[in-house]
């Protein structure tokens, strides 16, 4: 895909894409890196860690009207692009965590953890203006996160 392929799906001129990022391969680094979103949401104790991850995630959906995670499931690109994406999603998302993980299987633990929040996004983008967005983060929490935990600790 082109910069012009880019901007246009985008809705803005390449001009503006070009000036903000730059050339593409910096732009596909920006929309690579996942290890801003991993460092918020895993910045907890491993006791909260499971209500701390849909908090973090519900609200940084509401605030800046974006997923930090989705964007790995529906990337576009060719197939070196979304490799690379996956790769680096890997790396800083699910390694990351299973280092954190204490006990048995924490690789595994580690990616069911990350395709429930991956999942949590899907739904919220899906029913945009269903049950989920009504209610607030601590009641999503409340209901979500007793899940979220039971993989953290194990």
Known sequence: MTIRGIAADAGVSASLVVKHFGRKEQLFNTV?????????????????????????????????KGDPLLR????????????????RFHEQVTARLTARLPGREPALRAELIAGQLIGLGA????????????????????????????????
């Open 123 to 154: 739904t919220l983008s899906l029913h945009r203006e269903g049950a989920g967005s009504l209610a607030t983060p601590e009641h999503l929490a409340d209901l979500y996160a007793p899940a979220m935990q039971a993989l953290v600790a194990g």
């Open 72 to 87: 790995v499931v529906f990337s576009l690109g060719n197939h070196d692009e979304r490799s690379l994406l996956r790769d």
């Open 32 to 64: 690579a890196d996942f290890g801003p979103a991993a460092e918020e949401l895993f910045d907890a104790p491993l006791d909260g860690l499971g209500r701390h991850m849909v908090l973090t995630l519900v609200r940084r959906r509401r605030e800046q």
